[in-house]
């Protein structure tokens, strides 16, 4: 593989990477929660959308490339900033947007492809399942822990007191006093909706 198709290949590495944790994500809000079912078609859906908006990406970024090729063609001077390029770069920069065109249309042939947006869902699956049965271990380990088999329960007692205190209760205490404030604000609005209807 020469470099144009190395960089094609890691720019559609990098795209499909971000569809599959976009994806994960949709999985963990739809199925957690908004506790929906998983449905293989909805999340086929999400990830060509994914896949769709990476492509246009890469679209755009031909269309900025080819623009900045323009500009710099027939300029010689030295630059004044990074992206300020100059005829030398026209090469690179033509490579560049091979590249973006490339990937775009990777994508885009990936987004007709149903084998392969399975293969990213599966993906996701898994990638979301992971992150729930890690969090759960974690919070089953840590809160359902007793005293006796913690070793380092009395000498971080202490701490998890001046914890306890010091964020808990005052997050607490600003919870409820919002929520105070909120409603006095209410009963306020009511008072004056019911003064201006009498």
Known sequence: MGRTADAIAEGVAI????????????????????GGVFDTEKYIDDTREALRAMAEEAEQSEKALAELRKRARGRHSDPVGTH???DRDVRNLKRRARQSH???AKLREMMDDREELGVIVEEARQAAWADVRHNLDRRLRVEGMRPDQD?????MREARMQALRLVDLQ????????KAKRRKKQEKEAEKSSAKGT
């Open 15 to 34: 795209a499909t990477s971000a569809a599959r944790l976009a994806v994960k994500n949709h999985i963990l809000v739809g199925t957690i929660a908004e």
């Open 84 to 86: 300020d390029y100059r």
């Open 102 to 104: 490339g990937v775009a």
């Open 151 to 155: 070793p380092d329960y009395d000498r």
């Open 171 to 178: 997050a607490l205490s600003s919870e409820q006093r919002a």
